[in-house]
């Protein structure tokens, strides 16, 4: 499944399935970018960050794409287990605006 | 190790009062950012503190205010409580600003304005 957080703020998928999130963002000179999960009840979490001078960074389960041409900001992540039902909340370098997340729901 | 600890986690006034909110932030961390997260949204910035010093304000009227302390802890204070206060407040730290680096949240606060 496939979201741009601000227009599509929930997104379904099977346990098992990849999860694709994504986040546009406006100021062009950003040098870094963030992305957060948020359980239900819970401060955000941090996931992975990446800086404007790669495209790609991997973690466990989750890679984090970037591209700068349109300003667009991914989160990937691998056999999407329950656990990962959350709130996904993508952020640029001072971090003083979030978003209003995507909602992730995992079906087992 | 201790991570970033609010107080208190859940609060209930009434329109007019003020209220105090409480953050201590993981050991060596010298950053406390707030945030207000309405349900639903995502956290929009309120304040954030290095060194004791304000480093950054949002969109907030002046009845937020917020101060931090030499061992680095912080409080969050609000003026003439409206309905529309009721949120989570979330306190953030890290090691030299929030800016290009992770940040680690607590838990957060929840205040309702009765």
């Known amino acids: 499944g496939e979201s741009v957080g601000l227009h599509l703020p929930t997104l379904s998928v099977q346990e098992g399935d990849n999860s694709i999130i994504n986040c546009a963002y406006s100021?062009?000179?950003?040098?870094?970018f963030i992305w957060y999960k948020q359980e239900s009840g819970k401060g955000p979490q941090f996931i992975i960050d990446?800086?404007?001078?790669?495209d790609k960074r991997q973690g466990q389960r989750v890679t984090v794409l970037l591209n700068k041409t349109v300003k667009h900001l991914s989160l990937q992540i691998a056999a999407t287990q329950p656990g990962d039902s959350a709130v996904y909340f993508c952020?640029?370098?001072?971090?003083?605006?979030f978003g209003t997340g995507t909602s992730l729901t995992v079906i087992p | 190790d201790a991570g970033v600890t609010q107080s208190p986690t859940h609060l209930i006034k009434t329109r007019g009062q003020h209220v105090t909110l409480r953050c201590s932030p993981i050991?060596?961390?010298?950053?406390v950012s707030w945030y207000q997260q309405v349900l639903g949204q995502g956290p929009q910035f309120i304040f954030q503190?290095?060194?004791?010093?304000?480093?950054g304000r949002g969109n907030f009227p002046d009845r937020f205010s917020a101060r931090q302390f030499p061992n680095y802890s912080s409080e969050l204070n609000v003026n003439a409580l409206l309905l529309g206060d009721s949120a989570l407040y979330l306190c953030?730290?890290?090691?030299?600003?929030?800016?290009?680096?992770?940040?680690?949240f607590g838990d957060g606060t929840r205040l309702s304005i009765l």
């Open positions: 953030a730290s890290s090691l030299q600003g929030a800016r290009n680096q992770p940040q680690h």
């Open positions: 100021n062009s000179a950003s040098d870094y």
């Open positions: 990446i800086r404007s001078n790669m």
């Open positions: 050991s060596g961390h010298k950053s």
């Open positions: 503190y290095y060194e004791k010093e304000e480093r």
């Open positions: 952020a640029e370098e001072n971090q003083f605006y």
